[in-house]
């Protein structure tokens, strides 16, 4: 059954210009345009969206949770990439 | 890490109001009480549809059919919503709609009640509704991220759902007799299935004890009851008609309605199978099922031969 079922894709939205496309959810379609359709259909009805991207969900690589801290351990103990590592006099205005 | 301490870590995560994601390692029943739940959801939109398009054709004026039509179009995309977040825990569509159309699955008891009258459609905005976002609410801060996600959108779609169907029994109930015995006649059939769509009492349902531990409930099933009794009454008087319950009544002391105990023999023989429309609904789902399989093929089909056909192009 499965080999005959249409493809899952992921569905991500641009609410309006200036903000990026956000993942939103996903759907069954047979091709690219059938799913910027259904996209329109099940995820704009009420004013969403000015813009959409459409990926089938296999061409996703994704990050696995198990390797969390490998990943973004390292920059936790970073903490001189931020602003307020550096101690400045009060006086100083303006930095 | 073994199975205890990914339990213990789990738990921590639920306990922190971290929530759960596709890929996160979680318990097995987890997965499947989710997959049970959000799939019975999803179907409990799709045939939910049912009951109310009976009455697009008949709708009174432009004004109700366009909202109809809207409020069914909703109802699709919720169970969209679902299913997709139903897929996220690793079953296919398909099979999810196999186990609703071999009777696996189950979905709301409510839309097993017929649609009479066009004060149902106001009864079934204003109540299936209103107990629906009751339930839902609360779900907008489910462990599980799809889940909840997919709940946020729903719920604001749904309140102009329940809104509708109030100003629908208001419009009768401020119309001519016949339109108030009407919108009286709706409540008299949908109040007692309403109060049965938050489920049996808690002492009846083994599993919200884990569900609440898991953060996939927060509330029992007779907290919402009593919660939806203490909004729906005053609505009622407004409306003035009659709840049919005799023991309903405000209670100083507890600051709370007392109202009567739901007919739970009735609720279980209308899963069982047995309520009105059981065989239509599924029947109607099965035939919509059967008789679209054509233009899933075709529509395949079509992709197939386009690529082929770009690709064709691409090498030439």
């Not at chain 1, 493809?7 to 903000?19: A, D, Q």
Request: charged fraction near 25%.
């Amino acid at each position: 059954m499965s080999k005959r079922s249409w493809p899952l894709w992921e569905v991500f939205i641009r609410s309006k210009n200036g903000l990026h496309h956000k993942h939103v959810g996903s759907l069954h379609a047979t091709d690219s345009q059938m799913a910027l359709e259904n996209a329109r259909d099940v995820y704009t009805r009420r004013n969403e969206g000015i813009s959409i991207w459409v990926v089938e969900s296999k061409s996703i690589t994704a990050s696995d949770p198990a390797q969390g801290e490998e990943l973004f351990e390292p920059a936790a103990d970073k903490i001189y990439r931020h602003p307020t590592f550096y101690k400045l006099p009060d006086e100083v205005k303006h930095i | 890490m073994n199975t205890t301490e990914l339990e213990r870590d789990f738990q921590n995560k639920i306990d922190n109001e971290i929530r759960i994601e596709p890929k996160d390692w979680m318990p097995d029943n987890y997965r499947q009480t989710l997959i049970r739940q959000i799939s019975q959801h999803a179907h409990s939109e799709i045939v939910g549809m049912l009951p109310e398009g009976n009455w697009i054709t008949r709708a009174p004026s432009l004004r109700r059919k366009v909202a109809l039509l809207a409020k069914v179009q909703d109802e699709a995309g919720h169970g969209l919503y679902l299913y997709s977040a139903t897929e996220t825990l690793g079953i296919e569509r398909d099979e999810t709609i196999e186990d609703l159309n071999s009777g696996k699955a189950k979905y709301s008891s409510i839309f097993n009640y017929p649609t009479l009258t066009w004060a149902d459609i106001g009864a079934i905005g204003w109540l299936v509704d209103g107990a629906a976002i009751m339930n839902q609410v609360p779900l907008c801060r489910c462990s599980y991220g799809p889940y909840a996600r997919a709940m946020v959108r729903v719920c604001k779609e749904e309140s102009f759902h329940q809104r509708q169907g109030y100003e629908i029994m208001l419009t009768l109930c401020r119309g001519s007799e016949a339109q108030k015995n009407m919108a009286q006649d709706a409540l008299n059939r949908w109040w007692w299935p309403a109060l049965m769509m938050f489920g049996p009492s808690d002492s009846d349902s083994p599993h919200t004890a884990q569900s609440m531990k898991w953060k996939i409930k927060r509330f029992t099933n007779d907290e919402l009851r009593q919660k939806f009794v203490d909004i729906t009454s005053p609505q009622a008087d407004f409306l003035g008609i009659s709840i049919p319950d005799d023991n309903l009544k405000w209670n100083e002391d507890e600051g709370h309605y007392d109202f009567g105990e739901p007919a739970w023999e009735e609720f279980y023989d209308v899963i069982r199978g047995n309520g009105p429309c059981n065989a239509e609904r599924l029947n109607a789902r099965k035939k919509a099922y059967n008789e679209g399989s054509w233009v899933r093929e075709a529509a395949l089909a079509y992709a197939k031969k386009k690529s082929n056909s770009e690709n064709l192009v691409q090498v030439a």
